[in-house]
């Protein structure tokens, strides 16, 4: 089993649901999953996801969202169906163990032939909390070691390797193996090459954050942030690849810069009326309600210490 988790620093909430769900076969119950959310219908998730994300305080650098992938090799004893439920079960356990008060959503894709694995979008805060859930990278591995217990011990008819709570001396034998495996083929300096390539294409052709997640999706590529490093990895395979390692920092820090004066010119520039927002705004009416029935009351309120009997009709509308 693995567990890998990926956050992001923009409300992408609308671009990641949809790729979620584009890759699912939803052929059956246990292909969707959510938690604390009480919409059922595409739009309005989206806009759940994005009224909590509201709550936040304003924080430079902070997180919205996480996108979290739980993958489980294909068994030899079960069919599709039965992987199927035993992976919803363990993302059942694995949402109340990680993040039990914050909006969860996910689909489960099966279109590989070695694996079936869950895509879960998770709040960064918890239900109307303006602070961010930060679990620490203890905590955080705690969690994947309960989870991966629960599942050799629960289901070992998905013949699961141990991974996660391998001993140090498994762990080096495994690298080891694999390290002579990739220098056998001599693939994974073309691995390289080309995710090298396809990144700096898709930097050139982005004008926005939000248009680089839209091209990094259509390409199987995640973007993801651990402390400052920002890294990508290509789902295909689960590789990561740091930007500084692939030598993108300076194609990377461009698209960033358009993104930032796109948002300043919005800021100088508001939108007209007949601009539709892509995120989901609250509208809140109550401020302006209180201003104006203040208004009304300091009018009378003069008008009848004047005595002045005008009919105020001219001013309330």
Known sequence: MIIKSMSRKSRSFSQLYHYMKKGSSRSSQYDFFAQNIYARKDKDIIAEFSANAHRLKARRNGNYLFHEIISITKSSQLTLEQEKQRLFDIVQHYAQMRCKYNLVAGYLHDEKSNNVHFHLMISSNEIDSPTNQRLTKYEFDRVKKATEKYVIETYPELEQDI???????????????????????????????????????????????????????????????????????????????????????????????????????????????????????????????????????????????????QNDNDFER
């Open 163 to 309: 991974l996660i709570n391998a001993t140090r001396e498994q762990k080096r034998q495994k690298q080891s193996n694999k390290a002579g495996e990739v220098k056998r083929k001599g693939g994974r300096l073309k691995k390289k090459e080309k995710i090298t390539q396809t990144l700096r294409e898709i930097f050139a052709q982005s004008r926005s954050m939000s248009e680089l997640f839209n091209n990094l999706s259509k390409q199987g590529i995640e973007m993801y942030n651990r402390g400052n490093t920002i890294g990508f990895i290509t789902l295909g395979d689960g590789k990561k690849y740091r930007l500084k390692t692939l030598g993108l920092e300076d194609a990377f820090r461009q698209v960033e810069a358009l993104s930032t004066r796109q948002t300043n010119r919005r800021a100088e520039k508001p939108p007209s009326s007949s601009q539709q927002s892509t995120e989901y705004e609250p509208v809140r009416h109550d401020d302006e309600v209180e201003r104006r029935k203040a208004e009304i009351k300091s009018h009378r309120s003069k008008k009848a210490n004047r005595g002045d009997k």
